[in-house]
Nanobody, 121 residues
Framework: VQLQACGGGLVQPGGSLRLSCTSADISLADYGTGWFRQVPGQERNGIACLSTGGHKLYAPSLDGRFTISRDKAKNTVFLEMNSLKPEDTAIYYC????????????????WGQGTLVTVSS
């Protein structure tokens, strides 16, 4: 199974970006999905997760700035990021698993290739 993440780029502090995660192999709506991020040299941390039933979990540190959503018709999971800060700079990965616990704990069986988000003036 391959996941493709895209939408990263360079944005100024306070700006917004929307990341997308798609798959040509599976229907993402049939799996729990999530977004994680990693700064080189640091561990990968969970950002947002979305269950098959629509339940959402977010990292508390986000203060409501990010929103995870799914478009079933487009087979895409989105991460809408607003009020971006320099500390949001990282490589963002999407993931999926049929086991919700594995999605939430970052132990899922499939990961996208990552998309770089750089927040800088």
């Amino acid at each position: 199974v391959q996941l493709q993440a895209c939408g990263g780029g360079l944005v100024q502090p306070g700006g917004s970006l929307r990341l997308s995660c798609t798959s040509a192999d599976i229907s993402l709506a049939d799996y729990g999905t999530g977004w994680f991020r990693q700064v080189p040299g640091q561990e990968r941390n969970g950002i947002a997760c979305l269950s098959t039933g629509g339940h959402k979990l977010y990292a508390p540190s986000l203060d409501g700035r990010f929103t995870i959503s799914r478009d079933k018709a487009k087979n895409t999971v989105f991460l809408e990021m607003n009020s971006l800060k320099p500390e949001d700079t990282a490589i963002y990965y999407c993931t999926k698993d049929s086991d919700w616990g594995k999605v939430v704990t970052g132990k899922a069986d499939a990961w996208g290739q990552g998309t770089l988000v750089t927040v800088s003036s």
